[in-house]
């Protein structure tokens, strides 16, 4: 089949040549791509990217079926934030709870973010090897469980025990998640149920908030939120009970003859890691940027809030539900967005508008004024964010879209983890006097300066980073199938082989 497009140089490998020909493609508004034709002949041309299409026409390209496997996994993603912001936005009533400063509650978002990435591997190469719903029911009902025993904690030292747990399996729902939500969906609409996806992170926030809102300020009520999260989680993995199988993975296994010889899964699994090490190391560095830039623009803001700028806890609430309210909207349109400009051309503007954004976020005094700046910083941070899952997706080796986004994701968020705790740590022992005349810790200008570090960090990985997007994900099977047919064809040519030998000894 011959090529319509313009022919391009094949895509550069190693290291800093992928970074030159990246940086060079930033600035060309035609996408390099790799095209295979039906005889498995590959070449490199330039593509367009396709007209950008009104939201409401690709939505509707999603079938029934596709609809229920993207709202379960936006519902497990949605919990799994629930149960992670249910412990940030209450880290004064905590401290008050267990008589600790608010830096060593904050230890527990610590070792909960550390421990991510060893549920991310064990659930994420599970959901690879048997599929994605058990893995994912199993996680989810042992997360509810674990909210529950955080309530029963009854001394400091246990509640960072259950935290240190929560983490492991914590970690398994992301990559389960995205995988079962994105594969299933058209090519041309990943942008747009991509942005929504992410966004159930920000949606859980907002969940949590409006719950911490509800409950008052009291210390004890931190209790009543912890049970409405172990609620929402079990109650999603009961409901994925009731679905089936990824249709892509069930296709993919039927295509690969379920590929299920002992051993071959992680022989396909070593051969992936060192091909694809240097792709691995990237997107572990480009997780760890936007995870200290979620954690650090977020953890700590109603801290901050409540301390810095004397709001009350209702206020601050409030102001927080609007801040996420902005990330769930960035995120959304922002995502949409990236699958006609690109996906790196997206996040690096989005990263640049947060930093323009950093003086308005932190200066403000009033109710009013933090609720409209912090949504709007959100709406940039969440929209750069937005574009992650299928960015991820797609650069990720196909047979391994449930571990790899989820093991890099969370990896990134194991190098990150002590964020909140840097910027607890660093606050609290520097003082300034705010608009009162008091003295309060620096949340704002820790915060302020951390982000503007982090944004520039993201704009400079991602600008010499791949992109793939658009990349097919259909037409690879499960890890192993590869092994098989490699192992057919070296079966092939030792029969061949053998024949000539045979045809050589009789002519002699």
């Not at 939500?181 to 609409?189: H, I, K, R, Y």
């Not at 508008?353 to 009013?368: H, K, T, V, Y």
């Not at 790899?404 to 983890?417: A, D, E, K, L, V």
């Not at 793939?468 to 030792?494: L, N, Q, S, W, Y």
Request: net charge positive; proline share 4%.
């Amino acid at each position: 089949m011959a090529a319509t497009n313009e022919p391009a140089d094949p895509i550069a490998r190693g290291i800093f040549a992928t970074a030159k020909q990246s940086w060079c493609d930033l600035f060309t508004w035609k996408q390099r791509v790799v095209v295979t034709n039906e005889f498995g002949e590959t070449h490199t041309e330039w593509q367009a990217p396709e007209r950008l299409k009104d939201p409401v026409s690709l939505l509707a390209q999603l079938s029934i079926k596709d609809w229920l496997f993207f709202i379960v996994g936006f519902a497990a993603w949605t919990a799994d934030a629930f149960d992670f912001h249910a412990l940030s936005i209450q880290t004064v009533k905590l401290s008050k709870y267990y008589h600790r400063s608010k830096t060593d509650i904050t230890t527990a978002i610590t070792l909960t973010l550390l421990l991510r990435s060893v549920g991310a591997a064990f659930f994420g190469l599970a959901g690879d090897k048997f599929g994605r719903k058990w893995p994912m029911v199993v996680n989810m009902i042992i997360l509810g469980l674990l909210q529950i025993a955080t309530i029963y904690a009854g001394t400091f030292q246990q509640f960072l025990a259950v935290r240190s747990l929560f983490g492991l399996f914590m970690g398994g729902v992301y990559g389960n998640a995205i995988a079962m939500a994105l594969e299933n969906c058209p090519v041309n609409a990943r942008g747009l149920m991509s942005g929504i996806l992410q966004q159930g992170y920000s949606f859980g926030y907002v969940i949590a908030a409006c719950v911490n809102l509800g409950v008052g300020g009291s210390t004890d009520s931190w209790k009543t939120v912890f049970w409405v999260g172990a609620g929402i989680s079990i109650g999603v993995g009961l409901v994925r009970i009731c679905f089936p199988e990824s249709r892509q993975f069930i296709e993919a296994r039927k295509a690969g003859h379920k590929a299920k010889a002992p051993g071959l899964f992680w022989k396909e699994t070593k051969r992936m890691l060192i091909q694809e090490w240097k792709m691995c190391i990237y997107c572990i560095i480009l997780m760890t940027w936007f995870n200290y830039y979620s954690h650090t623009s977020q953890d700590s803001y109603t801290t901050f809030m409540l301390t810095q700028k004397h709001l009350t806890n209702s206020p601050a609430t409030r102001a927080s539900i609007l801040m996420k309210t902005g990330a769930c909207v960035g995120g959304t349109i922002i995502g949409y967005l990236s699958q006609f400009f690109g996906r790196r051309r997206t996040i690096i503007v989005a990263a640049f508008m947060s930093a323009l954004m950093i003086p308005a976020w932190i200066l403000p005094e009033g109710e009013r004024n933090l609720s409209a700046s912090g949504f709007f910083i959100q709406f940039f941070v969440q929209g750069a964010w937005g574009v992650i899952p299928i960015h991820l997706n797609e650069l990720s080796p196909p047979a391994f879209r449930s571990s790899f986004p989820g093991i890099t994701y969370q990896i990134g968020n194991m190098i990150s983890s002590p964020s909140a705790q840097i910027v607890n740590a660093i606050a609290e022992n520097t003082m300034i006097t705010t608009s009162k005349g008091v003295q309060a810790p620096a949340y704002g200008p820790v915060m302020g300066i951390a982000t503007a570090i982090i944004a520039t960090g993201i704009i400079v990985t991602t600008a010499l980073g791949p992109e793939k997007r658009g990349r097919h994900f259909e037409t690879v099977g499960p890890p192993g199938v590869e092994i098989i047919a490699k192992d057919i064809e070296e079966g092939i040519e030792d029969e061949k082989n053998e024949m000539k030998e045979i045809e050589v000894k009789e002519k002699a």
